[in-house]
């Protein structure tokens, strides 16, 4: 049996290597990124187990995330591949220096064609926690499907389920994922959200009215990930709020990601929900200080080093 299932899409990526726009010649890196691949190279990172099921083309570049998925340790043994459309792609140019630009290529593509035939009913019920994002039902009809088939099948046999908002505007409205957001909500055991996106499903307020909210709804326990200023949780009706840690912003996509994986390695390791804030924010730096979506995750042995007070270990 498995840690965390997780399914959704990833894609690869080309993102610009200096700043200003595309043009023939410039310097690129070639990666991928998905938020539920990112939690899961987290997870295994830290030594747990992880499986991620979705789909990629029959393409170099679904070759290219599958091989450094298994290179991470995570499970790619249900990843389906799909022969009739390629694996997507994100473009992402440094426009200035404070400005990203990403352009997607997904629609119809792999990642998106996930479905319900793709989910093995029986890893899910086996596992220890099912994780799912806001992303993968805004894909497609049946990528929607898919996490309901998942996410019924955890609640079936009381595998918690974990569910990350993730909003994505380009994907779909406000009004849409709201009411989408609601019915995972109330089927999950472990939300998160950002305090934004905790309002398209209840009423604005302070953070602490709003997380109280989003646990009236059915979950457990409710963290709010409030970037700079760190984490905030209701557990089992408790309040628990954790600092952010002071590092230099490099690249600020994937931090959400990287706590997500932090807590929820905390909360496998039996860890009290300060612990759990605390390992999430540990992550959430070592994610927003490094270059890239997911590759400046911590493995275990490196969690402590944000303690340290010297700049150089050695
Ligand atoms: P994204 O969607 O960009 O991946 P998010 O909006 O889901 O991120 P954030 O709240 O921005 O999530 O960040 C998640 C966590 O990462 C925060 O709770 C915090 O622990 C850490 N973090 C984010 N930004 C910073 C920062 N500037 N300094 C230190 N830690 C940060």
Redesign the pocket.
Known sequence: PVDVVTLGETMALVAATTTGSFAVGAPARISFGGAETNVAIGLSRLGHSATWIGRLGADPLGHLVKDALRGEGVDVSHVRTDTEVPTGLMLREHRTADRVRVSYYRRGLAGSRLAPADVDTDLVAAARVLHVSGITPALSESARAAVHTAVDAARAVGVPVSFDF?YRAALWSVTEAGAAFRELVAAADLVFA?DEEAAMVVPAGSVEEVAKELAALGPAQVVL????A??YAVVDGESFTEP????S?ID????????VAGYLSATLDGLDPAQRLRR??VC??F??SVAGDWEGLPRRSELATMDATENVAR
């Open positions: 993730n950002g990930k409030r970037g700079a760190g984490a952010a840690l002071a590092v912003l600020p996509v994937g931090a959400g990601d990287a706590f999430g924010n959430g730096a994610a927003v």
